[in-house]
């Protein structure tokens, strides 16, 4: 089984999920020759053409706008908002639209879509580029926010957003992008939403973390057990 | 004749052809046979009618807030008779007519209104969004609809509704933008009505008109005599043919007037004069078209209350069932949150059911 970071995973669940369900089209800025300025969707225009892989112009509110548009006429789009600076746009989308599309029209209209955003501090990157919106996010009703934690969380969690029937906000903590190697599987596998992992078990503290946090709050638990104290 | 050549918005024309008195402009002919031309003015009395309709109720407080068309009726029933079934619909909030044409049931109209979201479910295989408040967002689902069809190769138009003030937005120029990068067959159908609540035109754009806006964004606009059914018509019928034919959007400036308020939550007194209401009186677009047919030898006072009293009794009725349709059940809240309802909101149902 190949060692993969979270930005292979990543690609790799996009390309797999992209082969099988033609419905599938991903938009943004930089996504297609550039392969993403992370270059988590390296490869994919090649792969699949301009006509699935499509760079935008540069407007992070016309992007997820457009998206719902698409994802309600039956395309299956994956939006990437370059940064999590940049997602504030479209929270009008987000909050009025997208999130409520399947009440307001009480189910007749629905909008299966991702929208992908590298987040989280941690990578030299100048203001702007560092924040975790997830809280805000996570109030709104109507869309799930999912948060990887390892490559192989990544791959599994993607594939069930993309595969779900509602929007998805897929947030991608980018200091731990290329920071673990773990095997991932190809194929077939996917992580049920809306369940956490159980990390490990112990009697004196619980520690609730996601995203970027979660390698460190291992490593914290590890030193605490040379203090006999259970996490 | 090439109407965006000769309608240029830079050479400061707009199309009209019937004039207000109710005679062609030489040269001019109706785009369709008189008694369809009848057939569409019973429509437009239609619509008007229910629209008052919808004011009373407001005031008998038996509807809540409510967005008049009162004088847009040709601008919605022009420009929404020339799309197919299988077209799309965005309207904003005001787009009582253009979401009848289409065959979203009176009743549904009249439900959302009332506060009931099942009136937004449109039928199945009637193509129109629910009302859209934030202004101007509503513009990039058009597009983006409008682009999907275009990558499946379907050949389907989208048509967004809004007004003067919407082009202000920020939403207006990424669709508008979108639009023409991607030649989307995208109608983006603005209905100037002068004033956005009371903000007068000239204080939303120090462009002359709003169809020239168009032209930044690398494709066709057009200004048409909003009031004018005939030129609405063939405006529209270039445009979808245009859309429909793989050749990109087009964005259409209706010239209209709003005879009401903005929404009943307003008073037009405070922002224009008694002098410019009346001003557009003449140029009413049921008016017009009545002119029209009078001329033809089709329309008596007789014939009007005929067309009145008929439709007043289907407003009627669709008014009744709208009101006997019982209010939202407390599962209606959470059950279209997600296509299956999420651990957390089955528990907040239960508790909600546990107290209620």
């Not at chain 1, 992908?116 to 203001?127: L, N």
């Not at chain 2, 995208?186 to 462009?207: G, K």
């Not at chain 2, 245009?242 to 405070?270: M, W």
């Not at chain 2, 809240?333 to 909101?345: C, G, H, N, Q």
Request: proline letters at 6%; a negative charge.
């Amino acid at each position: 089984m190949a060692k993969l970071n979270m930005v292979e995973a990543i690609n790799l669940a996009l390309r797999e999920e992209m082969e099988k369900d033609p419905r599938i089209i991903i938009l943004g800025e930089d996504v297609g020759r550039e392969g993403g300025v992370f270059r988590v969707t390296d490869g994919l225009q090649q792969r699949y053409g301009v006509d699935r892989v499509i760079d935008t112009p540069l407007a992070e509110s016309g992007i997820v706008g457009i998206a719902l548009g698409m994802a309600v006429y039956g395309l299956r789009p994956i939006a990437e908002i370059q940064f999590e600076g940049f997602l504030y746009p479209c929270l009008d989308q987000i909050n009025n639209h997208i999130g409520r599309i399947r009440n307001r029209s009480r189910g007749r209209f629905s909008c299966p879509l991702v929208i992908r955003v590298p987040y989280g501090g941690g990578i030299h990157a100048p203001e702007h580029h560092s924040d975790s919106p997830e809280a805000i996010l996570a109030h709104i009703p109507g869309i799930k926010v999912i948060i990887p934690s390892t490559p192989y969380e990544a791959k599994g969690l993607l594939i069930s957003s993309i595969r779900d029937p509602d929007p998805v906000i897929f947030l991608e903590p980018k200091r731990i992008y290329r920071a673990i190697r773990e095997e991932v599987p190809e194929g077939d596998f996917s992580i049920p939403l809306g369940k956490a992992n159980l990390v490990q078990e112990g009697k004196d503290v619980t520690v609730v973390a996601w995203g970027a946090m979660v390698r460190e709050v291992i490593n914290a638990a590890n030193r605490l057990r040379e203090d006999k104290i259970e996490v | 004749m090439n109407l965006f050549e000769d309608y240029h918005p830079l050479k400061g024309k707009m199309l009209q052809i019937l004039k207000p008195e109710g005679t062609l402009h030489p040269g001019f002919r109706p785009p369709i046979d008189d008694q369809k031309v009848f057939e569409f003015y019973q429509k437009m009395v239609f619509i008007r009618l229910a629209d008052q309709r919808a004011l009373m109720l407001q005031r008998q407080g038996r509807l809540g807030t409510y967005a008049p068309i009162w004088g847009q009726e040709a601008c919605q029933l022009g420009s929404a008779i020339m799309l197919q079934k299988e077209d799309w619909v965005f309207p904003a909030f005001r787009e009582i007519g253009a979401t009848l044409v289409m065959g979203i049931p009176l009743r549904n109209f009249m439900l959302y209104w009332m506060g009931n979201e099942k009136g937004s479910q449109a039928p199945e295989g009637i193509n129109v969004m629910p009302v859209s408040i934030p202004v101007g967002t509503h513009l990039l689902h058009a597009v983006g609809t409008a682009w999907a069809a275009k990558l499946k190769g379907e050949k389907i138009v989208t048509m967004a509704y809004f007004g003067d003030g919407a082009t202000s937005k920020g939403d207006f120029h990424e669709a508008m933008n979108f639009a023409g990068v991607f030649k989307t067959p995208t109608i983006f159908f603005c209905q100037n009505n002068q004033y956005a609540i009371s903000v007068p035109r000239s204080l939303q754009t120090a462009s002359k008109t709003i169809a020239q806006k168009a032209i930044a964004y690398g494709f066709e606009g057009i200004q048409v005599d909003g009031n004018d059914l005939f030129a609405v018509m063939v405006v529209t019928r270039v445009a979808v043919e245009k859309a429909r034919s793989g050749e990109g959007p087009t964005l259409i400036e209706g010239v209209t007037f709003r005879f009401g308020p903005h929404t009943t939550a307003d008073d037009p007194t405070k922002y224009r004069t008694e002098q410019e209401v009346e001003s557009w009186r003449p140029l009413d677009p049921l008016i017009r078209l009545r002119l029209y047919l009078e001329r033809q030898g089709l329309w008596s006072e007789r014939i009007e209350q005929q067309i009145v009293e008929e439709a007043k009794e289907e407003i009627d009725l669709a008014i009744k069932e709208a009101e006997s349709i019982p209010a939202p059940e407390i599962d209606d809240i959470f059950k279209y949150v997600f296509r299956e309802m999420t651990l957390p909101l089955k528990e907040q149902l239960e508790y909600l059911k546990s107290i209620h």
